[in-house]
């Protein structure tokens, strides 16, 4: 079995060691680009691209941007807001949906995922204290008009928190998506795109560059959320920022850290934790084929501050540049760019990781449906996960 129960649960999952030229593709599954569920059409305000006209007849999966085990050997996956803002997505449903991957590895397989049952995220009990989309409804499910979801992570009582980017805030639902409070702002971030925004009121964080990344601590005390992207005030294009917030206490408290990007626009698009200290990110570019240039794996330590006050990064992988002797994935799509030997992710949204047991992580994208077209020009990319093996030096 290619993955297992969460390192919080298990402690099972170890940080990746051994050389990063040597990572390896282990297995890869795809997902269909257009890939329907069930639920009310969805896309009506949409745009069309790459062969895709909307409106679409029911609900999309789309492209994932985090995902959590399920503890026997599927996933739990989550897109974010639809189709990219608030405008375009006020008709998209947000959910968690079950994942099953048919793995290709070096032996062979079907190199598919099936999509089971899903999670509705909704408010049910009133707890959001603005105007959603469906405000009037029994239900009142949520949408990408009322929030853009991009990280989350799960504590040991079963419960889920959230990283949102339009607060950006977190969301602490229970285990079926069931909102359990209101949506927490942290102190002295607002993006442009918050409806708690008055007008002329100054923003501090770029809009869609709120909390795209969050980890939690083994014990479920302490969530980690990061911004995407450098703050409106900072001088310092290259800074990030992550934070702590005590599940407790229900509050922020005054640690952070400081994160040095490579490039002066490039993200931290998703982070999971190892242990209370140590964790592993993913840090991109936003371009895709043959323009992608910076995909990459970190592993860093909490306790670990260089000279200038920045967090030490140790790469782990760069996903532009893995084995793959087996050729795992090589014909599909046909023609499509970076696969074969190395093995190239050069897919423009990069954004859902996991540790796995084994010195191995799974690597998975937004498709950004329907504009992403890194594999193949002109065609909507699939959607698709990858396991990636360390073999110890």
């Known amino acids: 079995m290619l993955v297992g129960t969460p390192a919080f649960a298990a402690g099972k999952a170890a940080p990746p060691t051994g050389d990063p030229a040597r990572a390896t593709l282990l297995a890869r599954a795809t997902l269909p680009a257009y890939t329907p569920a069930p639920g009310p059409p969805t896309g009506a305000f949409s745009d069309p691209n790459n062969g895709m006209t909307p409106p679409y007849p029911s609900q999309l999966v789309l492209g994932i941007s985090s995902m959590l085990p399920d503890g026997k050997g599927a996933f739990w996956a989550m897109p974010d807001n639809g189709f990219g803002t608030k405008g375009n ?23 598919t995922i099936d999509v089971g049952q899903f999670l509705s995220l909704r408010d049910p009990d009133h707890k959001i204290p603005f105007k959603i989309v469906n405000d009037g409804t029994a239900d009142r499910l949520l949408t990408g008009g009322d929030f853009d979801v991009e990280a989350v992570t799960r504590t040991p009582d079963g419960s889920m928190w959230v990283g949102d980017e339009f607060g950006p805030f977190l969301l602490h639902f229970d285990s079926t998506g ?7 702002a942290h102190p002295s971030l607002k993006s442009p795109n918050s409806p708690t925004s008055a007008d002329g009121e100054p923003t501090t964080v770029q809009g869609s560059r709120g909390f795209e990344a ?22 310092n294009p290259f800074r ?39 964790a592993i990110l993913i840090e991109r570019e936003d371009d895709e084929g043959p323009k992608a240039t910076f995909k990459r794996v970190y592993l860093i330590d909490r306790r670990k501050i260089d000279a200038d006050g920045y967090l030490v990064k140790t790469e782990v992988a760069d996903l532009l540049n893995l084995r793959n002797p087996a050729h795992i994935g090589s014909d599909d799509p046909a023609g499509g760019y970076g696969l074969g030997d190395p093995f190239k992710f050069p897919l423009q949204s990069v954004e859902a990781l996991l540790p796995l047991p084994g010195n191995r992580i799974a690597v998975m994208q937004d498709n950004n449906f329907p504009d992403s077209a890194g594999r193949v020009p002109g065609k909507t990319d699939a959607t698709e996960m990858i396991v990636i093996g360390f073999p110890k030096r």
């Open 214 to 235: 969050l980890a939690s601590s083994p014990d479920g005390r302490f969530l980690y959320p990061s911004v995407e992207g450098r703050l409106t005030d900072d001088a």
């Open 89 to 111: 997505s006020v008709d998209f449903l947000l959910r968690l949906y079950h994942f099953t991957p048919h793995w290709e590895t070096a032996r062979g397989g079907a190199g």
């Open 178 to 184: 069931k909102l359990l409070q209101a949506p927490i």
């Open 240 to 278: 990030r920022y992550i934070y702590e917030f005590d599940t407790q206490k229900n509050q922020y408290t005054d640690r952070s850290w400081q994160y040095r990007t490579d490039g002066e626009d490039y993200r931290i698009a998703d982070m999971q934790s190892l242990d209370a200290n140590r």
